[in-house]
């Protein structure tokens, strides 16, 4: 268990609908990642946010947004979801400024 | 940014063999490289990891080597073992991006037993 807890772990929604993925880092973890895994392919890196600013963006869609709570936990939004965005979404959270991050155990998400 | 590549894509071995995986980074100023295990339904789990002031790391059955010139770093595991059989993942990151993990493309393991 790494200490990093996501909700839900599943998650059947249609097309066009939003949906919003909860993220609790471990105990201490003031940075918290996002990364979205298709099927058999790697980890795509998201947004990065750090004591509750952003601090790095990836290939995250105009359509997702994420934001980070002043008790450090997370939550990044989904919206007109289309059916390619089914995809596994993990979070990881990291000490301080980074380096070593440790993962959650992910939310399949699947659109239909 | 960073670009990380990761080989062989798939790697069967037998087991008490050794597997090795390589990867290479883009960005001279990576200096922390980490390696994840994900087995199947369950989130990548950090296995090893290595930063840039250091050569080579072991941890038991597991270790990590890296070549800052060449600009490349990989992962063997030697007498391995059907609990090995799993994806993959090495890592690159540097503090100026964040500390952002870009990762490779994942290499599949089998072992056979």
């Known amino acids: 268990d790494s200490g990093v807890t996501q909700t839900p772990k599943h998650l059947i929604t249609a097309t066009g609908q939003r949906v919003t993925l909860r993220c609790s880092p471990r105990?201490?973890?003031?940075?918290v990642y996002w990364y979205q895994q298709s099927l058999d392919q790697g980890l795509q890196f998201l947004i990065q946010y750090y004591n509750g600013e952003e601090r790095a963006k990836g290939n995250i869609l105009e359509r997702f947004s994420a934001q980070q709570f002043p008790d450090l936990h997370s939550e990044l939004n989904l919206s007109s979801l289309e059916l390619g965005d089914s995809a596994l979404y993990f979070c990881a959270s990291s000490p301080t400024s980074g380096g070593i991050a440790f993962f959650g155990q992910g939310t399949r998400l699947t659109v239909v | 940014g960073e670009n990380v590549e990761q080989h062989p894509s798939t790697l069967s071995v037998q087991e008490g063999d050794s597997a090795v995986i390589k990867c290479t980074y883009s960005?001279?100023?990576?200096?922390?490289f980490p390696w994840y295990k994900q087995e199947l339904g369950k989130g990548p789990q950090l296995i090893i990891d290595i930063r840039s002031n250091v050569g080579e790391k072991k941890d038991q059955r597991i270790a990590v080597t890296l070549n800052k010139t060449a600009k490349h770093f990989s992962l063997h595991i030697t007498e391995t073992q059907p609990e090995d059989s799993a994806v993959y993942f090495c890592a690159a990151s540097y503090k100026a991006a964040g500390n952002k993990l870009t990762f490779g493309g994942g290499t599949r393991v089998l072992v056979k037993p």
């Open positions: 105990s201490g973890d003031l940075s």
């Open positions: 960005d001279s100023a990576s200096n922390y």
